[in-house]
């Protein structure tokens, strides 16, 4: 299956600063690249995504990069604020089933107010 | 109801007991989903259903079983659990096929004493 790879497991942050997360994968054709936000005894929500044929996304607060060369793909927060305190997760579908995800590790981001 | 509503919330259960946890959906998908969520694990997919076919088993230990008698429901049978099952057991559900966002449940948190 698909292995991905994320960091950092952990990343604390005082309000207003960026935040930014990573994800690396290897042997994938794959063409879509989503993150998962779940916050404390929550479910995981779809907050972006991103598919091959553009390099960055962007919604407001939350943008993902995208470079395929070099297998990784990357969340970004700006203007972080304490409601962005949860854990993310990148995923990845895999090559024989696109409707399987594999989910990276997750990074838990502490927003400091 | 609309989204993905799971039941029960918590469950508490001995390793000689047989219970079984629900999930369904309102969004019209045609995909289901189990996953395992563990403490510091990233997510691991036990089961997908496609129009109520099961097309994926992730090597999940028989003690898990699950139904899916329609493309609305989908029930994971638990019998003879051992305590490292503790976790919590996550829903989703998808359009079939192709890659777009997963809806998950709120979870069904599973004790195994």
């Known amino acids: 299956g698909e292995n991905v790879e994320q960091h950092p497991s952990t990343l604390s942050v005082q309000e207003g600063d960026s935040a930014v997360i990573k994800c690396t994968y290897s042997?994938?054709?794959?063409?879509?690249f989503p993150w998962y936000k779940q916050e404390l005894g929550k479910r995981p929500q779809l907050i972006i995504d991103?598919?091959?044929?553009?390099g960055e996304k962007k919604d407001q607060r939350i943008a993902v990069t995208l470079n395929k060369t070099a297998k990784h793909f990357s969340l970004h927060i700006t203007e972080t604020q304490p409601e962005d305190s949860a854990v993310y997760f990148c995923?990845?579908?895999?090559?024989?089933?696109?409707?399987?995800?594999?989910f990276g590790e997750g990074t838990q981001l502490t927003v400091n107010p | 109801e609309t989204g993905v509503t799971q039941t029960p919330r918590h469950l508490v259960m001995g390793m000689t007991n047989k219970k079984s946890l629900k999930c369904e959906q309102h969004?019209?998908?045609?995909?289901m989903y189990w996953y395992k969520q563990s403490a510091k694990k990233p997510l691991e997919l036990m089961f997908v259903?496609?129009?109520?076919?099961?097309?994926e088993n992730n090597s999940v230990p028989s003690r898990f079983s699950p139904e899916c008698p329609n493309s609305s429901h989908l029930f994971l049978h638990l019998h003879t659990l051992q305590p490292e099952d503790s976790a919590l057991y996550l829903c989703?559900?998808?359009?079939?096929?192709?890659?777009?966002?997963?809806?998950f449940g709120e979870g069904s948190r599973l004790t195994v004493l």
């Open positions: 989703a559900s998808s359009l079939s096929g192709g890659t777009g966002e997963l809806f």
């Open positions: 042997d994938s054709a794959s063409n879509y």
């Open positions: 991103i598919r091959s044929n553009v």
């Open positions: 995923a990845l579908p895999e090559e024989t089933s696109g409707s399987r995800l594999t």
């Open positions: 969004l019209g998908h045609n995909a």
């Open positions: 259903y496609n129009f109520k076919e099961q097309t």
